[in-house]
């Protein structure tokens, strides 16, 4: 809904996406790098919620996991295994994982449709996408058994760290002349204010 108010194409719809997706891409490093970290710190009190929080909770995660998603393309993969991790710890990996790609199949849909009603699709770089990804998940999945998954995690997290740093200092770059701007105007109505005021004790 909020990329349907904006242009796409404008300054602010370009700003918005770039914050979202730095933000995104650096929760889900955190959510590689320090998954057992954030488990044992938040597993003994999430095992004391009840079994209706947890349903509410679990929407929650839902909610943030669509709005990720739907600006981003960033978020249903370890930040989701993560939260689900947290909610129900007792709950085999095995199901935990697949429940998240089984719910990342309408998630991705519905966004997809959302994006394809504002017209923000390149169906031709969607193609060329396709035709590599598919070989690509086979060149995978024979990589992932033979690669310890330490160091699958860490390679991940620096590729995303590195990504969202220069997304981040991009819009940083960006937003210093507004920044220099907004206190010149400040400082200037300051000095005015002080000069009708010094005008005013005068007289």
Not at 151 to 170: D, H, I, M, Q
Request: hydrophobic share 50%.
């Amino acid at each position: 809904m909020v990329l349907w108010q904006l242009d796409l194409n404008s300054g602010a719809a370009r700003s918005l996406i770039n914050v979202v997706l730095c933000f995104a891409l650096i929760l889900t490093a955190t959510s590689l790098i320090f998954r057992k970290t954030i488990l044992e710190a938040f597993r003994e009190r999430l095992e004391r919620l009840n079994d209706r929080t947890i349903a509410r909770a679990t929407v929650v995660v839902g909610i943030i996991l669509g709005v990720l998603v739907s600006i981003s393309s960033v978020g249903a993969g370890a930040i989701g295994v993560t939260a689900l991790l947290l909610l129900y710890p007792k709950l085999p990996m095995a199901r935990i994982v697949g429940s998240d790609i089984a719910h990342a199949v309408p998630l991705t849909l519905v966004a997809g449709i959302g994006h394809w009603a504002m017209g923000a699709i390149d169906w031709q770089l969607m193609g060329v996408l396709l035709a590599g990804s598919l070989p690509g998940i086979i060149l995978g999945s024979y990589c992932a058994t033979r690669v310890p998954e330490t160091a699958l995690r860490v390679l991940l997290a620096a590729t995303l760290l590195l990504v969202a740093g220069k997304l981040g200092s991009e819009e940083w770059h960006k937003a210093l002349p507004e920044i220099a701007a907004s206190t010149q105007d400040i400082s200037t109505q300051g000095v005015s204010t002080q000069g009708v005021s010094t005008q005013g004790a005068g007289h």
